[in-house]
Nanobody
Framework: QVQLVESGGGLVQAGGSLRLSCAAS????????MAWYRQAPGKQRELVAR???????NYADSVKGRFTISRDNAKNTVYLQMNSLKPEDTALYYC?????????WGQGTQVTVSS
């Protein structure tokens, strides 16, 4: 089993920045990919950014150039640096880890961007 603990959410004004962190723990031996998803009220959960074990990344078009995903393999931690935040980025952000080809989810951390 893999446990995920997220941190870093909060309230920020438009144009501001936040950094989300997600630490994986447990019996970890093969993390295939790590990602961040988000879900706004009344909307479906969507992929924000993803990073593979080899370091390849992909982003939702809406966050390209503003968000950066990175990972620390030694700490089994994934980060999401969010800059130039917009009110439409307001959502519950979830960490996702694909470990040994099984998906694990964090509990979610709220990001609220005020205009």
């Amino acid at each position: 089993q893999v446990q995920l603990v997220e941190s870093g959410g909060g309230l920020v004004q438009a144009g501001g920045s936040l950094r989300l962190s997600c630490a994986a723990s447990g019996r970890i031996f093969s993390i295939n990919a790590m990602a961040w998803y988000r879900q706004a009220p009344g909307k479906q959960r969507e992929l924000v950014a993803r990073i593979t074990g080899g370091g390849s990344t992909n982003y939702a078009d809406s966050v390209k150039g503003r968000f950066t995903i990175s990972r620390d393999n030694a700490k089994n931690t994934v980060y999401l640096q969010m800059n130039s935040l917009k009110p439409e980025d307001t959502a519950l952000y979830y960490c996702n880890v694909l470990h040994d080809w099984t998906n694990y989810w964090g509990q979610g951390t709220q990001v609220t961007v005020s205009s």
